[in-house]
């Protein structure tokens, strides 16, 4: 069986197997070759900030985020406000948010961003949710779900435009056919502090990523291949 995190879970169990072992070997691997690796990721993060192909698709995924106070935080509603958008558009039929119980919230980040997109017009009929996943790989694992038991072939994938990147290379590694959709109007402000600290931190984790895949290929371990891919 698949490893996924419990709700709630904390960084470490977040992990799940081989994840302590690859994250040692993303760190141990910016030290030894003086940072280069994340020079290289943060030029991949900011070329995918830039990157928008919003084209005629089966649904829209919006990406999950951590609620604040039970309600969507301000990252969370700008990934919401623009799927809306997209959804009026004309591009897609159907939003599907992601997120489970994550934090101390009451409820889970999917149906905190149904209920917004409702709030704000789009029908209940046009929503659906995958409400189990605690991070990012499994947001995109889990609506994989979603999409072979729906039939759909295409996606658009909404989240913050620095988290971009890294979330197309999680779908390109689940086979999912994603288009990029980056929210804009996601804090924090373009080219401020704020912003270049999570260029920084999306830059590690897009290496954490491929280090990880490298790692558990040459492994050979199934299990660890069966999240990613």
């Known amino acids: ?23 040692t070997l993303t760190c141990l691997s910016v030290v030894v070759l003086l940072g280069l690796p994340l020079l290289w990721r943060m030029i991949q993060v900011l070329r995918g900030a ?3 192909a919003s084209v005629l698709s089966d649904a829209i995924l919006v990406l ?11 990252v969370f509603v700008a990934r919401l406000a623009y799927a809306q958008s997209l959804w009026r558009a004309g591009l897609a039929p159907r939003i599907l948010v992601a997120g489970g119980l994550t934090g101390r919230a009451s409820l889970s980040e999917a149906e905190a961003g149904r ?30 779900q979603t999409l072979r038991a729906e039939g759909w072939a295409t996606l658009l994938l909404v989240s913050d435009p620095l988290h971009m990147a890294r979330a197309m290379a999680l779908a390109q590694g689940l086979g999912l056919a994603t288009r990029p959709a980056p929210a804009l109007a996601c804090p924090p402000k373009k ?29 050979g371990s199934k299990r660890q291949l069966e999240r990613v891919t």
Do not use: C, I
């Open 191 to 219: 080219g401020g502090p704020g912003w270049w600290k999570r260029a920084v931190f999306e830059a590690f984790f897009l290496h954490w990523y491929r280090t990880g895949l490298l790692y558990s290929r040459l492994l």
């Open 115 to 144: 209920a917004w997109l409702m709030d704000h017009g789009v029908p209940p009929e046009a929503v659906l949710t995958e409400d189990q996943s605690q991070h990012t790989l499994e947001n995109l694992f889990l609506a994989r």
């Open 64 to 74: 999950g985020r951590k609620l604040e106070s039970d309600r969507p935080s301000p």
């Open 1 to 23: 069986m698949v490893y996924t995190a419990p709700a709630r879970s904390g960084f470490w169990k977040k992990l799940g197997p081989g994840g302590f072992a690859s994250f």
């Open 50 to 52: 830039r990157e928008d």
